[in-house]
């Protein structure tokens, strides 16, 4: 059983496997092959992958050629998928669906294709989890960004010369990276508040000392959908939170979005006018500007500042933190890849018809196969 790990470096700093991983890759039968330089940016040198049993390989599309399994970080190239013998797996964060998503390509090259980020969120596939892995040190990370532009102390102190009262700060989303964040803003020293449309969620911002801000009426008390995430709400429950929000946000320090609906834009909650209320100093961090933003005026992998002096950080990324989310990532990989394996074998068998699996597949044997996705293909 061939295992070959992808380089991601040109556009993500992290890795797909780690030395742990590749030995226990070994345990079940599988020989490693990586390319060269894909644990550089997550601090992992090529010496500690041949040290841990696995052989390098200097291009993607050598690596991937007579590989049974390829592991990635995002969604191999068109030139990469094409290059895989057909009935590979490959297993990555596919961000299926984007208009863009290549689920031809991959279906056409007869790749069986696997999105991390499909898996299903029930207690087996908890250690296969890379949506709460990796959101969990994006919110964490968006602090330490915030932090790092705002120009006071996020804690009160008390001095000698005065009290510096504790710095206000404003999450709004309460998923995976917005619990983190308020988490960590706590620890910093922070008063912290948050919103969210799911009406679990206002038990668990307030388990974490935080304040919950939100519209309470009958359509956000029905406003949960399936697997826990948030579902759009009617334009009437937007205007109204909308300016409860707004009157929040005018005596925030630092305000953090995290607001993701599945299969849709990132929903716009803080607009222009929202930010000119706040004061000269003040930091955004929008880490849905992949999706579209939440922020009007965020831009992508840049930090905007707006005539006011206020900044809206649109380059919060995971690769910051690119060692840490590689460690989790890989072994997320390894969680899902070892359900896969015969041991007895050490050779792939795969249940299709396992949930984890079922719900995760994209393409086999020429065709899409996900229900979410699955189309006739151009003869």
């Not at 002096?309 to 840490?324: H, R």
């Amino acid at each position: 059983m061939h295992i070959a790990v992808l380089s991601d470096k040109m556009t993500d700093a992290r890795v797909a496997a780690t030395p742990e991983t590749v030995r226990k890759y070994e345990t079940l039968g599988g020989k490693v092959s990586i390319q060269g330089g894909a644990g550089g940016g997550a601090g992992i040198a090529d010496k500690d992958f041949e040290d841990a049993g696995a052989r390098l390989v200097p291009d993607a599309i050598s690596v991937v050629k007579d590989a049974d399994i390829v592991l990635a970080v995002n969604r191999p190239s068109g030139d990469v998928i094409r290059a895989c013998k057909p009935g590979a797996i490959v297993i990555a964060t596919m961000d299926p669906h984007r208009p863009e998503a290549g689920l031809d390509i991959m279906a056409s090259a007869g790749v069986s294709a696997f999105a991390m980020e499909l898996m299903p969120r029930i207690t087996r596939a908890q250690a296969m989890d890379v949506l709460s892995s990796q959101a969990n040190l994006s919110g964490y990370r968006a602090v330490i960004d915030a932090s790092a532009e705002f120009t006071r102390s996020l804690p009160m102190m008390m001095t000698a010369a005065g009290t510096v009262p504790a710095a206000q700060i404003f999450v709004m989303g309460a998923g995976v990276a917005g619990l983190q964040a308020i988490a960590t803003a706590r620890r910093l020293g922070a008063v912290v508040s948050a919103t969210d449309v799911r009406p679990a969620a206002k038990e668990q911002v307030e388990s974490l000392g935080a304040r919950f801000v939100a519209i309470e009426d009958d359509e956000f008390k029905a406003a949960e959908a399936s697997g826990g995430y948030a579902k759009e709400m009617s334009k009437e429950y937007q205007a109204k939170q909308a300016e409860l929000v707004a009157t929040h946000i005018g005596r925030q320090d630092i305000v953090i979005t995290t607001a993701l609906i599945p299969g849709r834009p990132a929903p716009k909650l803080v607009t222009q006018a929202m930010i000119e209320t706040m004061r000269a100093g003040s930091v955004l961090v929008d880490l849905a500007v992949e999706r579209g933003g939440n922020i009007e005026g965020s831009k992508a992998g840049e930090i905007v500042t707006t005539a006011r002096g206020v900044k809206i950080i649109g380059n919060s990324t995971i690769s910051k933190v690119a060692a840490t989310a590689s460690n989790l990532y890989a072994r997320n990989l390894y969680s899902f890849v070892s359900t896969m394996v015969d041991q007895s074998k050490s050779g792939l068998a795969v249940d299709w018809d396992d949930e984890l699996v079922k719900s995760t597949n994209l393409t086999r044997d020429g065709a899409i196969v996900h229900p979410a996705f699955a189309k006739a293909l151009p003869s």
